[in-house]
Structure formats: structure tokens, C-alpha cells
């Protein structure tokens, strides 16, 4: 039946894949965060290593039947580590991740959506999985209060609805990771047992993160290689420091010579990274923010009774002058 509901749920949107089963291998020694990220999820961590002796030994799931879902909140910026430490809670249990995208568990068709949510639930059920909600932003978006005569506007608030339904009837655990947690209805807030910033690494986490991403003993690093300075030089996430390891790789392999005598220098991770942060960059462009920029500004408040004159003063003059030659 579980493979059925992935089927089922996976052609929602023809080819394109919603749900995802991972069997997950990382653990929390595989990521490296800030002392502050990491107390929060010790204390994550011990809501669900103790669920069962509170709820169940304790009774106290007899005084509370609903809402006995684990949901947490990862917030924070991208490549901080929440997917890794989503994963890395699945590992800890015994038990798969299954990570789902919403832009494509959304249906264009009207009253598709809410079920495809709560099918979502019901395979987390019979999987006995963890589920995750990736941008869950897009999903858990504050419920609208006017203009409900649009259909699109009814279809998100019903959506928002079955997912708070779903979580006081979920015994398991879910994960939300957002870059927007300020968007988040406001009934989450108490549904949600954790809320976990992810912050972006310091100094000391950001050489800890370059250092980890080499092999130790197959990677060839040159001797000019120093982590502590890139560190330093690099304000950068987790996951800019991999694809700077990976784009300076790939420079390195690509230069002219024997494989043999070829190695990762300074300079090809500090390229890299500068090319990360440029490509950050140029994906924060907005063509709103262009085109303002084009538009002629406006003369100030205290300048426009001046212009006004000047301009009608023109116009009276042009129009004296064609008066004259008539």
C-alpha cells in the first residue's frame, strides 16, 4: 500500500517527483554548526528521545490525545544544515525521511491540494516516517482574511486547515524548514514543539566546514592550502563552502598536466568562492529594483511648485509666440 500512495503521489504532476524516500545515512556528527543551532537541537533531540516515557509511561497522552505530533521548525538561511539535520533525526529513529516539495504537490485543480497534504500524512503513517516539508513557507503561509470570492485564495486557506488537522491527529515526527518563518500562520506557533534557528556558521565552524569537505587522504591539497584564512576571508554558508570545494576541484582538474601532479591550491578555492558569492548575488537581481532604478526620479516636494511654474511659463510663451506668427 506505501508504494502505491508514492505512485499515486508522484503522478500528481506527470513526471515530476513530489515525495522523495530517503533512507537516511547522516548523522549529526556530519554537520557542523554554531554552539547556540546546536543547543537548540540537543533540545529537539531530547522531545524525541523522551516522547514515549512522557506521553505513554507518564500518561500524560491520556490527558493530552491531540497534538501529540513532534513538529519542529527549522528557520534560517540556505545551506545552514537543516535538510542534514532532518535527516540525521530520521537516522536517530530507525526510520526514513520522506521529504516532500509542495510547489509540486500543488494541484491546479480545485480541491486537489488539501487531499494530496493529507495523503502525505497517511504515507508518513504507513511508513512510519519522518516527514519534512521543504520551503514549507509555501505551504504553512499565513490564511487570508479577504477577498475569499477567489478561488486560489479559499484553496490555500483549506490547505492551511487540513495541514493543522493533519498535525493534531499525526503521532509522528515533522519537520518545517523555511527561509520565512515570519510568513507562518500564526496557529502553528503552538502546534510546533521546537522552533531551531539555523544561524550561519562563525570563523571557527567555517574552517571546521572546509576542512571536512576534503578527503583525508585522497584529496590533493598543496601546501598553500589554509582553511584558517578562507575562513576568515569568507563570510559563507555550509553549503557555499562545498560548492566552492567542488568548483575549485574542478579548476584544479582541469589544468594542463599529468593528473598525477596535479593539486588544489589557494587560489582555485578562493576563486571559487568568489564565484559562489557572485552567483549569490546576481540571484538577489530583481526586475522590480531595475526598473526602479531606470524610471527618471521625481523633483523633490519643495522643487515642484518651481518646475510647475517654469513648465507653464514655457507653454504660455510657445503659445504666444504660434498666436503672433498666426
Not at 508518513?124 to 520551503?135: G, I, K, S
Not at 544561524?199 to 576542512?211: A, L
Not at 576571508?233 to 584544479?252: H, P, T
Request: proline letters at 5%; a neutral charge.
Amino acid at each position: 500500500m506505501p508504494n502505491v500512495l508514492v505512485r499515486a503521489l508522484n503522478g500528481l504532476a506527470g513526471t515530476r517527483k513530489s515525495v522523495d524516500t530517503i533512507t537516511p545515512r547522516r548523522t549529526f556528527d556530519d554537520v557542523i554548526l554554531p554552539p547556540a543551532t546546536r543547543r537548540a537541537l540537543d533540545q529537539a533531540l531530547v522531545h524525541v528521545t523522551r516522547h514515549d516515557l512522557i506521553f505513554h509511561r507518564w500518561g500524560l497522552g491520556q490527558r493530552h490525545p491531540t497534538g501529540l505530533s513532534l513538529a519542529f521548525n527549522f528557520a534560517g538561511p540556505p545551506g545552514t544544515g537543516k535538510t542534514i539535520c532532518a535527516e540525521a533525526i530520521a537516522n536517530a529513529l530507525g526510520r526514513k525521511l520522506l521529504l516532500v516539495r509542495y510547489a509540486e504537490l500543488e494541484s491546479m485543480w480545485a480541491g486537489e491540494t488539501p487531499k494530496n497534504v493529507a495523503a502525505v500524512f497517511r504515507l508518513a503513517r504507513e511508513e512510519n516516517a519522518v516527514l519534512l516539508f521543504d520551503e514549507a513557507d509555501a505551504i504553512a503561509s499565513r490564511r487570508a482574511t479577504a477577498s475569499l470570492d477567489h478561488g486560489y485564495v479559499r484553496e490555500a486557506n483549506t490547505v492551511v486547515n487540513v495541514l493543522l488537522r493533519e498535525l493534531e491527529s499525526f503521532n509522528g515526527v515533522v519537520i518545517f524548514a523555511t527561509n520565512l518563518a515570519a510568513n507562518f500562520d500564526p496557529a502553528f506557533e503552538r502546534r510546533i514543539r521546537t522552533h531551531v534557528l539555523f544561524e550561519m556558521p562563525g570563523v571557527n565552524e567555517r574552517e571546521q566546514i572546509w576542512r571536512v569537505q576534503m578527503h583525508p587522504t585522497l584529496t590533493p591539497l598543496a601546501d598553500d592550502v589554509d582553511f584558517r584564512a578562507l575562513a576568515e576571508r569568507f563570510e559563507a554558508s555550509g553549503g557555499d563552502i562545498r560548492n566552492a570545494v567542488l568548483k575549485g576541484a574542478m579548476a584544479a582538474a582541469a589544468e594542463a598536466g599529468a593528473d598525477h601532479l596535479k593539486a588544489i591550491h589557494q587560489r582555485h578555492l578562493e576563486d571559487a568562492m568568489q564565484d559562489v558569492l557572485s552567483g549569490r548575488a546576481v540571484m538577489k537581481q530583481s526586475l522590480f529594483q531595475q526598473a526602479t532604478e531606470s524610471i527618471i526620479p521625481i523633483p523633490e516636494a519643495s522643487a515642484l511648485p518651481l518646475v510647475l511654474s517654469v513648465t507653464a511659463l514655457v507653454v504660455a510663451v510657445a503659445a504666444l509666440l504660434i498666436a503672433l506668427l498666426l
